[in-house]
């Protein structure tokens, strides 16, 4: 257990609306990462971060920002939900190669 | 790129039968694979992992995997199943070519009859 927490754990929202998920961790990990997960894809990668202020994009990045203002959080926002966007989001941090999760975010976009 | 193929979806074994979970990958350099477990609306809990070194690689919960690097392989063996295994897995590749990112095989739904 790498001391991660999500929030909301749980998230209905209408299309057309913006959306924040935070990521906190305890560990002090510089490496973070966002992830969604869709059945028959596993996981895929939509923003890292590599420190405060750094970050880059993943495979499936396009309608999410991130932002990292401190090193125990990791923001992944939606600007404009769309239903295709309708997943769990997990987030996780690196140590030494290995990552690991926090318990996941259900969003539902209606 | 990299990438991962889990070929089984499910696969239905027998308590106390054994169990192997194929994964295969593709690498440009040397990898780093690892063996992920998800129970039912939880997050993923590292099984095992390979870095370098001996090729079998033992983790948690009685399971092993062997790396064959001529194979492109990474399979997760467990000898004896129990009904708790019962989960989905996911095997990854990443390493340092490559941004210290993870890619993820779609997974391998695990069902355990009594």
């Known amino acids: 257990d790498a001391g991660i927490t999500q929030s909301p754990r749980h998230k209905v929202t209408e299309t057309g609306t913006p959306v924040t998920l935070r990521c906190h961790q305890t560990e002090n990990h510089r490496y973070m990462y966002w992830y969604r997960q869709d059945p028959g894809h596993g996981l895929r990668l939509i923003h890292y971060?590599?420190?405060?202020?750094?970050?880059d994009k993943g495979e499936v990045s396009d309608g999410y920002s991130v932002s990292r203002s401190k090193t125990e959080d990791f923001l992944l926002t939606l600007e404009s939900a769309t239903s295709s966007q309708t997943s769990v989001y997990f987030c996780?941090?690196?140590?030494?190669?290995?990552?690991?999760f926090g318990p996941g975010t259900r969003l539902t976009v209606t | 790129a990299q990438s991962v193929t889990q070929p089984d979806i499910h696969i239905t074994v027998s308590e106390g039968a054994s169990l192997e979970l194929r994964c295969n990958y593709s690498?440009?350099?040397?990898?780093?694979l690892f063996w992920y477990v998800q129970s039912p609306g939880q997050g993923l809990q590292l099984l095992l992992k390979y870095f370098s070194g001996d090729t079998l690689v033992q983790g948690i919960k009685g399971f092993e995997a062997e790396f064959k690097r001529s194979q492109s392989s990474f399979n997760l063996r467990k000898p004896s199943v129990h009904w708790s295994d019962a989960a989905e897995y996911f095997c990854?590749?990443?390493?340092?070519?490559?941004?210290?990112?993870?890619?993820f095989g779609a997974g391998t739904i695990l069902r355990v009859k009594s």
């Open positions: 971060s590599y420190g405060v202020k750094d970050t």
């Open positions: 690498y440009g350099a040397t990898p780093y």
């Open positions: 990854a590749v990443g390493g340092m070519e490559y941004g210290n990112k993870l890619v």
């Open positions: 996780a941090t690196r140590a030494s190669y290995e990552q690991y």
